[in-house]
């Protein structure tokens, strides 16, 4: 029996035995809580979606605040210190790929949802949500997967081979979305996020999955590249709200909108840049890192996309490792009062106590409107007319990049309230066990994996 067979007879079966409600938990990449509250934003589904369900304004994230951590929190309902995804990209001790990309499923720590979900006899599907190469417990898995460098090699031949079941791309291209190439399945574009929402629906209909998860990355791309204000923004944000309607329309014409909750929210939300710091730019000038990779080195940071983790030589003694995390703070502190006063300086025991990477030495977390790079050359302070997100917060400090949270469906409304802290706000670790609530299924996500 083919493998699609098989988790379609799973399906049927499970719906069979089972009222539970589904659940389709989209994240739209960098969706600003200003986007929904401001009517004047390109997003009419997703403002009407709100005034039909329950809508919280304010999502407390964990730090960083930034992609791959956030969507790992996500589907665990752990921090990044429980979870162990710290970065979208590894930091790789001073070699020439400064940083790996966390690709793969095995990196976390914790328990998914995926795996609960299996485990309780429900299937599971997943649309480009990252941390989920080779991920054992989604049955249709369409991982978030491409080539670092595009310069010469096709982003759809890489990702293919890592998809599951083998033959589901092909599906998808046959019954979904047409022949898909670099062109039509570019991340970044607005078509991407309008071929996701066609997988997404054929998806549904044909393999009714208990548990989606779906990655809309359009509106970080752009947010990065050209600013919060700025019209290319405001394109994605029609595109990512497009995407959400054409997926809210398909549940309306295929009466599936009672037994499927639709779960909205972003990974975190988006500053507007104002300045870059380059902090391995001092490193360098202070000699403590080589200007090219793979030199000699004692610290070297590791940019969060607004904060960085500073790490320092493993191979230094305790001494050695004190004096130069002294050294650096010292430089630090020594910078003109314009350029001190925006940033703050983390020890590692505050980066544990936010429950932020255990291995760095320090954070340099910066205000709002403020980012860091890794670039090694050049002045520690610049100029930046992008957009941000990726802080650290300590506890008791509003947040500079929040998000929100939707959920749409027929449930009854007090088995979320008790997953909100205060009138208006959740924080991101309660989303995956008020996930498990909705699905009336037992919360066992505590437990390691
Ligand atoms: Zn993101």
Redo the contacts with the bound molecule.
């Keep these: 029996m083919s493998k699609t067979i098989s988790i379609f007879i799973l399906s049927f079966l499970c719906l069979c035995t089972s009222a539970r409600q589904r659940v389709i938990l989209i994240t739209i990449?960098?969706l600003r809580n200003d986007i929904l509250t401001n009517v004047s934003q390109p997003a009419p589904f997703l403002h009407e979606l709100m005034l039909k369900s329950i809508y919280v304004p304010n999502v407390i994230g964990v730090n960083p605040t930034?992609?791959y951590p956030?969507h790992t929190t996500l589907v665990t309902g752990s921090a990044p210190l429980d979870h162990g995804i710290h970065c979208n990209r590894q930091f790789q001790f001073n070699r020439a790929e400064s940083a790996l990309y966390n690709w793969y499923a095995d990196s976390i720590r914790t328990k998914t949802l995926w795996q609960t979900v299996k485990e309780k006899g429900g299937t599971t599907a997943s649309v480009f949500w990252p941390v989920t190469t080779g991920c054992k417990w989604i049955d249709i898995n369409l991982p978030e997967y491409f080539p670092t460098t595009r310069v010469n090699v096709s982003g759809m031949d890489y990702i293919r081979p890592v998809c599951t079941p083998a033959d589901i791309m092909a599906e998808l291209e046959r019954e979904a979305t047409g022949h898909l190439s670099d062109t039509t399945l570019r991340a970044g574009s607005f078509q991407y996020d309008a071929k996701v929402a066609s997988m997404v629906n054929y998806l549904t209909n044909r393999y009714k999955p208990d548990f989606m998860t779906v990655h809309l990355v359009t509106t970080?791309y752009k947010q990065h590249e050209t600013g919060i204000y700025s019209f290319e923004t405001q394109q994605s944000v029609a595109a990512a709200d497009h995407a959400i309607g054409l997926i809210l329309e398909n549940l309306e014409y295929t009466h599936q909108k009672d037994s499927v909750t639709i779960i909205v929210t972003g990974?975190?939300g988006f500053t507007q840049g104002k300045y870059r710091l380059h902090p391995n730019a001092l490193l360098v000038s202070n000699g403590l890192l080589s200007e090219q990779p793979d030199g000699n080195w004692q610290a070297c940071f590791n940019s969060l996309g607004a904060a960085a983790y500073m790490y320092v030589n493993p191979k230094l003694s305790s001494k050695q490792k004190i004096r130069c995390i002294e050294k650096v703070r010292k430089i630090l502190s020594e910078q003109p009062d314009s350029v001190k006063s925006l940033y703050n300086i983390l020890s590692n025991k505050e980066i544990i106590d936010i429950k932020g990477d255990p291995t760095a030495a320090l954070c340099l977390a910066p205000v709002s409107g403020v980012g860091c790079s890794n670039e090694r050359k050049g002045e520690f302070k610049t100029d930046f007319k992008g957009g941000f997100?990726g802080y650290v917060y300590l506890p008791g400090t509003k947040a500079y990049d929040p998000t929100s949270l939707i959920i749409y469906g027929n449930i009854d409304r007090n088995l979320v309230k008790r997953f909100i802290s205060a009138p208006d706000t959740i924080q991101q670790t309660s989303i995956a066990p008020m996930i498990l609530s909705i699905m009336e299924i037992e919360n066992d996500n505590q437990q390691s994996k």
């Design positions: 990449d960098g930034m992609t956030a970080d990974d975190h997100h």
